[in-house]
C-alpha cells in the first residue's frame, strides 16, 4: 500500500500590487525616517526577487494603523473562503464528494483562529461529521511539509482513506507599521499571502505522486532563529540574518543521510520541490547544488510571481511539477526551513 498525492490547488486574494505599485506606499510609510535606512528599504524590495504580492488587505489598509484585533478579524474573515475555494477545487479535481474525505489538516500561523479554520469547512462543504481533524499552528514556513507528512502516517495507517491539507496564510496581517528594523522591513518585502490545498489518498484506484519517504531535522540551539513574538500589536517576526549561513552548514547533513537511507544519492533526484523562503536562502540552495547540474527554477518562479506565503509555498512549488507533467519514475525532494530551527523533507516518486 502506497500514499499518493493525487491533485495541488491553489487560491489567491483579490488585492495585489506589483512591486514598483508597492513603493510609493512603502515611501509613504518611511516618510520622516532617515533617509539612508528609506534608501536601504527600497532597495531590499526592488531587489527581493518578488515580482508580485497577493494580500487579504487593500495595501491601504496594510499600512493604516490597525489593531491587533482589526487586523486579527480580517484575517478570519478572509482565510477561511481561501482555504474553501481550494478544498472544493481540489475535491472537484478529484472526481470526490465532500464525504468521500477522511482526514482535514488545516495549516496556518499568520492569524488566531479558535475553532480552527477546519471546522468551518466541515460545516461550509458539508464534511462527514466524524472526519477527523487536525489544525497545525505555530510551525510557520515548514508547516506545509509537515501536514503532509502527518497526512501520509495517518494514510499509511489506515488504507482506503483520503485526507486534504490546506495551507492558508496572510503575512500581510502580521506587518508591523511602528517597527523600522531590518527584520520587519525584510519580511514586508518578501512576504505574500496565498492558500494551497493537497489531497492524498491510500485508495488503491486513486492515482498519483508516491510519497516514498519523509523525515524531520531539527537545528541544535537555533530557536530564536526564526518566528514570531507575540506583542500588543499583534504577530512581529523573528528572523535571524545568519538564516541563510546556517542552513549552508547544515544542508549536506539534512540532504545526504536521508537520501542514503533509500540508496538514493542527489544525482538520482530529477526535481528540486524547495521552499522559497527568501532570495538569499534561494541563492544559498541553487549555488549548493549548481555543481550537480540541478536547478530550483520553480522555486524562483513561485518567490517572484507570489513572495513567500509561508506554509503554502511549497506547496505552490509541488503544484508547478504536477502541472509541467513530470517523466514516470522520476523522483523529487521537497524541502522547507521554519521556526525551531527545523527542516523537513519528503522523498517522491511521479
Keep these: 500500500m ?3 498525492i493525487t491533485q495541488v490547488t491553489t487560491a489567491l486574494p483579490r488585492f495585489y500590487k506589483e512591486t514598483p505599485e508597492i513603493i510609493p506606499f512603502v515611501e509613504q ?8 535606512l528609506k534608501r536601504k528599504t527600497i532597495k531590499i524590495f526592488e531587489g527581493a526577487g518578488v515580482d508580485r504580492r497577493y494580500s487579504i488587505m487593500d495595501p491601504v489598509e496594510v499600512f493604516t494603523h490597525s489593531s491587533f484585533q482589526e487586523r486579527n478579524d480580517i484575517y478570519k ?28 489538516i488545516t495549516v496556518s500561523c499568520t492569524g488566531i483562529m479558535i475553532p480552527s479554520i477546519d471546522a468551518y469547512l466541515i460545516n461550509e462543504l458539508g464534511l462527514r461529521q466524524d472526519i477527523v481533524r487536525l489544525p497545525v499552528t505555530e510551525m510557520g514556513c515548514v508547516a506545509g511539509i509537515s501536514g503532509l507528512i502527518y497526512a501520509e502516517q495517518f494514510l499509511r495507517a489506515n488504507p482506503n482513506k483520503r485526507a486534504a491539507v490546506i495551507a492558508v496564510e496572510a503575512p500581510t496581517a502580521t506587518f508591523q507599521l511602528e517597527d523600522y528594523s531590518m ?20 485508495h488503491p484506484e486513486d492515482g498519483g505522486v508516491k510519497i516514498l519517504g519523509h523525515e524531520m531535522y531539527h537545528f541544535p540551539d537555533a530557536t530564536r532563529m526564526m518566528g514570531f513574538d507575540l506583542v500588543n500589536s499583534g504577530l512581529q517576526m523573528v528572523l535571524d540574518k545568519q538564516v541563510p549561513e546556517t542552513i549552508s552548514g547544515h544542508l549536506p547533513n539534512i540532504i545526504h543521510p536521508f537520501l542514503e ?3 538514493l544519492e542527489i544525482k538520482n533526484i530529477d526535481h528540486l520541490v524547495f521552499h522559497p523562503g527568501g532570495k538569499k536562502i534561494v541563492q544559498t540552495v541553487e549555488d549548493l547544488f549548481a555543481d550537480l547540474g540541478k ?22 512549488v509541488l503544484k508547478a511539477f504536477m502541472e509541467k507533467g513530470c517523466e514516470k519514475g522520476s523522483k523529487g525532494l521537497m524541502l522547507s526551513f521554519g521556526p525551531g530551527f527545523t527542516a523537513q523533507r519528503i522523498l517522491l516518486e511521479w
Design 2 to 4: 502506497s500514499v499518493k
Design 29 to 36: 510609510w518611511l516618510d520622516g525616517q532617515d533617509e539612508r
Design 77 to 104: 474573515r478572509e482565510v477561511v473562503p481561501l482555504a474553501s475555494k481550494a478544498l472544493t477545487d481540489a475535491l472537484e479535481k478529484n472526481n470526490w464528494s465532500a464525504d468521500q474525505l477522511d482526514y482535514i
Design 183 to 202: 527584520t520587519n522591513m525584510v519580511s514586508a518585502a518578501i512576504f505574500g499571502d496565498g492558500c494551497a490545498c493537497v489531497t492524498l489518498s491510500s
Design 261 to 263: 537511507k533509500y540508496s
Design 295 to 316: 536547478n530550483v527554477n520553480e522555486t524562483k518562479e513561485v518567490l517572484r510571481k507570489y513572495g513567500n506565503m509561508s506554509s503554502a509555498t511549497v506547496l505552490f
